[in-house]
């Protein structure tokens, strides 16, 4: 990067190097320089310290990453704005809104420059001004002096490494169609060659490079490029090459005219036996919908919007969405009526893998036996499996490069199952999961969409749907029922089921029924399939939770009060307050327990009806210890919130173990 005495300016696409006044200065060790490329990323905005200590140390966080976090921003200050003065305050590098912000304009980051000169050369190659495009081309793609963020630490690092690298290529390759369309065959042949030799498994550049070889009357050349691209893609992937490259390649055999944009052409049948090949077949490994879906109209349409949106980035993002919510809230049934809503920007196919995060059936599935999975779908042999996790997610990114695929992974236990199955380029992951991923929305830029019970109008509409009419007329009858379904999906369709299913049982006695809380989780039930019991749902939910948290869902469920506060948790469990919030914290992320303001929980129903159960796994004496200090702790409350310990134990006597 040459120095023309601009105040600041970093490259990230290679060595992360600054110049201040074209005098290059000395950043720092690998984890300053880190914190320098994140900023840099993210020039003029505000980055918090909480995520400068996720990109840079990631899951293996130390107890001092705040203190280096500040420690680094002061190393950074004294190189970047050395005339500041010993304590004057930094006009480079600000504090602001509990993080930083570095003030360097966005032309004067490599990395920046090099997306919008990318964005302008696509603008004016759909625009026909094929001159332009090149130069831009060009430009864009003289800015890397290597790998980008090279040597540097941190989850943020590697990631915007893969992206921006992924974003050359595609450059690379756009760049080079261009040439080709200009009939500047052979000075695209040297770019192509070394682009090739770097991502030998990316069959784009390698059709590319067959095109224009032979344009330059080098036949034979291309021809032997084709034999070592299917040479090395039965030896590493067990397939054989696309149709597009097979299809090019019958046509130099043949001698006609491949086509000079740059642009693969209609596949025409072979007459080479050797090349008549089967292609793998495109999956469609959806799931059926499932009848009577209702509602949740808004949260589809805002997600469909912001996959639009991102799609209509050409494949620099991948779009991440994950619907999280508490068992049986409907997350499975939402992520495939969104997934059939955008099988038209996905032609290539869609792959399905169900996680098993919280299933009673399965031990969850690891990353590298989904990514097995994944790739058995894309028409891969068992036998050319790779054996390790880096080599499998490896392998998947480069069979989905420059696909546009939909992937639905069903039930994810946490983010780091997720994300070695996040493909690279234009295809779209959906996933759902119990667990809330805020780290997965932060390091990863996931789209997180949470489900709540459904509302009054739409549970009373399902029930009606799936109940064969029977609730026509009854509408007070089906408002009770929804209430003690507390409008979870799961609960209202078995009471739909039960309704269509006996006849002889009007709603009002089904309703009846239900109207004890004893006994209300077994009607809600289907025999001989635990997935469909809302017991068993719950319990696989409270199985997945740390024995901490456990035992506090336990000792909630002693509560009658209506909300439950920090210090009254805190009481019930014999915590600290800090412990308590922590723990409380964890049973939202869970969907076991709903803030309903700032340090302010409640169950839902049905949950809490549950929780009651599992605190009976508790011993008698326990559970009088924690009523007697929860009623202590409240003395300063006018009125008790809960009953007598003696009472509530009677109270919960019968109760049925879970």
């Known amino acids: 990067m040459s120095s023309t005495g601009e105040t600041l300016r970093i490259q990230l696409l290679g060595p992360i190097r600054a110049w201040r006044h074209g005098r290059e200065l000395h950043t720092g060790p690998p984890k300053q320089r880190a914190v320098l490329g994140l900023l840099a990323s993210r020039a003029g905005e505000v980055v918090c310290v909480e995520h400068i200590i996720d990109a840079v140390w990631g899951t293996d966080t130390p107890q001092s990453a705040a203190n280096g976090v500040h420690t680094y921003v002061a190393g950074l200050r004294r190189v970047l704005d050395p005339g500041r003065g010993r304590r004057g305050t930094s006009s480079v590098l600000t504090s602001a809104a509990g993080g930083y912000c570095l003030s360097v304009a966005a032309e004067d980051v490599d990395a920046t420059l090099f997306t919008r000169c990318h ?25 890397w002096r290597g790998a980008a963020y090279s040597g540097v630490p941190g989850p943020f690092a590697a990631m915007e490494r893969t992206r921006l690298h992924d974003l050359r290529l595609t450059a690379v390759e756009e760049w080079a169609a261009g040439m080709l369309a200009g009939g500047r065959y052979a000075e695209a042949v040297a770019e192509l060659s070394a682009a090739v030799a770097e991502e030998p498994l990316r069959e784009r550049l390698r059709w590319l490079l067959m095109l224009a070889l032979y344009r330059s009357d080098r036949q034979a050349h291309a021809l032997s490029v084709y034999t070592e691209t299917r040479r090395l893609l039965n030896r590493e992937l067990g397939i054989e090459p696309s149709p597009e490259l097979r299809s090019l390649h019958q046509q130099i055999l043949t001698g006609r005219t491949a086509p000079a944009e740059g642009r693969p052409a209609p596949e025409a049948p072979s007459a080479d036996a050797e090349t008549a090949v089967t292609a793998p077949p495109r999956p469609a490994q959806l799931p059926a919908l499932a009848r009577g879906f209702v509602g949740r109209t808004t949260e589809l349409a805002r997600m469909e ?71 058995h779908g894309l028409g891969v042999d068992s036998s050319h499996l790779p054996a390790d996790l880096a080599g499998r997610a490896s392998l998947y990114r480069s069979l989905l490069h420059g696909r546009r695929m939909l992937v ?37 830029g996931a789209h997180l969409v949470r489900l709540r019970a459904l509302d009054e109008a739409d549970s009373v509409r399902l029930l009606a749907d799936l109940s064969g009419g029977r609730l026509h007329g009854h509408d007070p009858v089906a408002r009770r029922l929804v209430r003690l379904c507390g409008g979870l999906p799961l609960a209202l369709r078995i009471a739909a089921e ?32 635990a997935a469909a019991s809302v017991r068993t749902v719950f319990e696989t939910s409270y199985l997945a939770l740390p024995a901490e948290a456990a035992r506090m869902f336990r000792y909630l469920g002693l509560y009658r009060g209506g909300t439950i506060t920090v210090g009254c948790a805190a009481a019930l469990a014999g915590t600290g307050r800090d412990t308590a919030r922590r723990l409380l914290d964890l049973l939202v992320d869970s969907h076991l327990l709903e803030e309903v303001h700032r340090q302010t929980y409640r169950f839902h129903d049905l949950i809490r009806i549950f929780a009651a159960e599992c605190a009976e796994r508790e011993s008698q004496p326990l559970r009088e210890a924690a009523l007697t200090r929860v009623l202590e702790a409240e003395q300063w409350v006018a009125g008790p919130l809960t009953e007598p310990a003696a009472g509530r134990d009677t109270a919960w006597a019968g109760a049925a173990p879970a």
């Open 305 to 375: 919007h912001l996959l639009d949106e991102t799609c209509d980035q050409q494949g620099a993002t991948t779009p991440v969405v994950v619907a999280d919510g508490a068992a049986g809230v409907g997350k499975t049934a939402f992520v495939l009526r969104l997934a059939h809503r955008l099988l038209d920007r996905f032609p290539d196919g869609q792959l399905y893998v169900d996680l098993c995060g919280t299933s009673l059936r399965a031990r969850p599935l690891s990353a590298a036996d989904a990514l097995g999975q994944l790739l």
């Open 408 to 444: 639905v992974l069903d039930d994810v236990l946490n983010a780091d199952q997720l994300r070695p199955l996040i493909p690279r380029g234009p295809s779209c992951l959906l996933a759902t999961s119990r667990q809330r991923l805020t780290g997965l929305a932060v390091r990863d």
């Open 498 to 529: 039960q309704l269509a299913a006996s006849p002889d049982v009007s709603p009002a006695s089904l309703a009846e029924q239900y109207g004890a809380e004893r006994g209300r989780l077994d009607r809600l039930a289907v025999e001989d399939d």
């Open 119 to 143: 964005t302008a050369a696509r603008r004016a190659a759909a625009e026909g001004d094929t001159a332009k495009a090149l130069t831009l081309y060009a430009d864009a793609l003289a800015r």
